[in-house]
């Protein structure tokens, strides 16, 4: 078979057919270069080229980094040097022993070997060993080390670099928890993410310990150690939604229904369960269109709004930029004020106008500093029980809320908030940035003055109108864990006792945690 050469001189490029086809390469052949003015390569048979520790590696995606290509190796033993020649998008990979580059390259026959979802080609080189110089070893070594390092859950240490054989991947589903979850984060994005390092056959997600988390199956567990090897640590968005990776215990999941919260992709014909609703056609193809990478390649903000609209059953709008006004419905007419809505939504966000709709007093327009926050708000806050009502919050078509005009008298139903003292993200680089978590039964305290008492502070928030199940001060007693009996009494003692005066100066700072007593 000839072909074209591509610009080194081991190697032979393949038409886009065969790069899909079950002959995506010839491992077991060598590539001869036949000179430089010459075009040609010839294939020879695997009989004439010998196995070699170090693998040629070709058309890999532009801007790929050590570790993923790393990562392609790494199931099958030690990885023990690297050479990456980026502008060609090529890399040669240096195992540990020959009898690890023959299981490697005999796996990927079988196994078309995918980096960020692109095929790439993979054959034994004619080097029998990588000789690189002493500035591009050192860098190889060091991405060696760090990446063992991740591997086995330590730190990169001088003493360890290559000395640990890395053991194949245990199963091919990982536990996936997000940490500072800042915006909100689907089971759509999820597989946007993850399909980049294989095919992705089930996800099912869940909240547990107060964390989203999820269990996502590939259909080969070689996917799943690229994944865990890259994604790891990694954060989706700038600075939050950080991935922590773990493999499962599971080695397949069971998938009953296809919708919000779980997905079996090779099974479409899944019912969607009992009171979940069905998957959108349209959020899924929004949610599922092609990336060039997991960070900065879809805009923090596009990517929550479409994932916030997700979990709000909100229909797209198709603006990239949507704006920072919420509605709120099916509020509790009798009991709701501007106040109340400025507190709840105030944890995800610095609220600057609430105005409650004077002919529909079930209803309020919520102002917030910017779309990122209000479309954490309503992921939030959608569906919650506010003064016993379940409220509704979805993007509102508004771009700000108007005052009343001047000298009219509107019962006290429109607030500006704009230079409230009580704004928890007006700081940049604020830790309440970190601390961001769905409305749960057990609440953090803070700002506590050492006069006072676990008795006091469960009285405090028993004359809320709930029950105080728990109670936990932190060592310094300046903050707390206490734990109401539900989700909605915690909401209403949040509401009722955020910027309580406790004396001496002190105002109580309460937030939801993700922790349990």
Known sequence: MDGIASDVAV???????????????????????????????????????????????????????????????????????????????????????????????????AVTPQVRNVPVFIQYSNHKELKTDSALNQRAQAVLQAV????????????????SVLTPAPSPVLRIIIDNMFYPVTLDVLQQIFSKFGTVMKIITFTKNNQFQAL????????????????????????????????????NLNVKYNNDKSRDYTRPELPAGDGQPPVDPSVAAALSKDSTSLLGAISPLSAA?????????????????????LLVSNLNDE??????????????????????????????????????????????????KMYGKIIRVTLSKHQTVQLPREGLDDQGL?????????????????????????????LHLSNIPDNVTEEDLRL???????????FKFFQDRKMALLQMSTVEEAIQALIDLHNYDMGRGHRLR????KSTI
């Open 414 to 442: 429109t607030k500006d908030f704009t230079s409230s003292p009580l704004h928890r993200f007006k700081k940049p680089g604020s830790k309440n940035f970190q601390n961001i978590f769905p409305p749960s039964a057990t």
């Open 216 to 251: 996502l199956q590939f259909s080969d567990p070689v996917n799943a150690q690229q994944a865990k090897l890259s994604l790891d640590g990694q954060n989706i968005y700038n600075s939050c939604c950080t991935l922590r990776i773990d493999f499962s215990k599971l080695v």
């Open 148 to 163: 063992s390092a991740v591997q086995e859950g330590g730190s990169p240490s001088s003493d360890t670099a290559g000395e």
């Open 305 to 325: 709004a479409a994932a916030a609209a997700a979990a709000g059953r909100v229909a797209l709008s198709g603006h990239s930029t949507p704006g920072g006004v």
């Open 460 to 470: 405090l928030f028993s004359n809320s109108g709930g029950t105080v199940k728990a």
């Open 335 to 384: 009991m709701v004020t501007p106040q109340s809505l400025f507190t709840l939504f105030g944890v995800y966000g610095d609220v600057q106008r609430v105005k409650i709709l004077y002919n529909k007093k079930d209803s309020a327009l919520i102002q917030m500093s910017d779309g990122n926050q209000a479309q954490l708000a309503m992921s939030h806050l959608n569906g919650q």
């Open 11 to 109: 190697g032979v490029k393949r038409s886009s057919d065969e790069l899909l086809s079950g002959s995506l390469y010839s491992p077991n052949s060598s590539v001869t270069a036949n000179g430089g003015d010459s075009k040609k390569l010839r294939v020879e048979d695997s009989m004439d080229s010998p196995p070699s520790r170090v693998i040629h590696i070709r058309k890999l995606p532009n801007e790929v980094s050590e570790t993923e290509v790393i990562a392609l190796g790494l199931p099958f033993g030690k990885v023990t040097n690297i050479l990456m020649l980026k502008g060609k998008n090529q890399a040669f990979l240096e195992l540990g022993t020959e009898e690890a580059a023959v299981t490697m390259v005999n796996y990927y026959t």
């Open 510 to 513: 309460v937030s939801f945690s």
